[in-house]
């Protein structure tokens, strides 16, 4: 294949439930508004990236790269690097900013936008099996959480793999990736009034949850569980309370290749949000 040139808009917190090298979804958009998944991207990798210089956020930058489309992955969106290494990556800068309401940012992501759940689930089925996508909800009607395993199991093995894929086992993934201890999921409805519910997956809110956590330390929280409930309110402010008020709000949604193939109801989880402020209309008098 040709070099393609990616606008990086997605990288999930890790799940191992995943295989090895699908552990981080790194998902894009190309520049006619298409969707691309990209695996396997150690985690070793996006954070190099970052602590190298090279790039201070890899989310809305612009990567060029020679992709090769998956023969394991029926999902039409799945590539993976020619080069392992990423030795061919040229790295596009300055990152499209959020100037104008972030409009450079709304030119590519919102090219194609679902409003409908029903229709995307739709197109996830074959022939089309569509596995990312921008979906606009008409409503956000909650936002939840559900404790979680505090402890990565055997699956560590699994990540082991990926970070030693470049690292030959300098980095340890237990520290580099904490256990988030709870799952968080929107509550929402579409256009039709259908109420849904799904998982968010996106890196931020992981990382959101964790500088809360330490933060209601620092506060003087009288435990570790007084700590943990202080932080989850601090998530839910953020991503229900200040977004629903003053955010316009996209979801990034993809498919798990896992329930993918299992033609499971929905597929679908919530790997990313696109959050420009809401603009309100002049009133002409």
Known sequence: MPRLKVLITVTTYPLPSRSYDELVCTA?????????????????????????????????????????????????????PKHYDFRDITIHEPRLDTDGNWLKRKKYCLKNVYTNFDTLIADSRAPKNLSLATFKPAAITGFEWEEDEREWKDEWVEIRKQTDLFNQGNIDPQKMIPKVPYKFFYKFTDETGKQRRLMIEDWEIGQLYWNCLRDAKKAGAADE?????????????????????????????????????????????????????????????
């Open 225 to 285: 569980a007084t700590a943990e409930q202080m932080a989850l309110q601090k998530v839910k402010e953020k991503y229900y309370e200040d977004f629903t008020a003053n955010k316009d709000l996209y979801l990034f949604v993809g498919t798990t290749k896992e329930w993918h193939t299992r033609r499971a109801l929905n597929p679908f989880v919530i790997i990313g949000v696109f959050y420009p402020m809401k603009e309100i209309q002049g009133t002409l008098f």
């Open 28 to 80: 894009g958009i190309l520049e006619d508004g298409s969707w691309i998944r990209i695996y396997p991207v150690p985690l070793s990798f996006l954070i190099d990236l970052k602590q190298s210089g090279r790039v201070n956020n890899v989310k809305y930058t612009w990567i060029e790269l020679e992709l090769n489309k998956r023969t394991d992955d029926f999902r039409p969106e799945s590539h993976s």
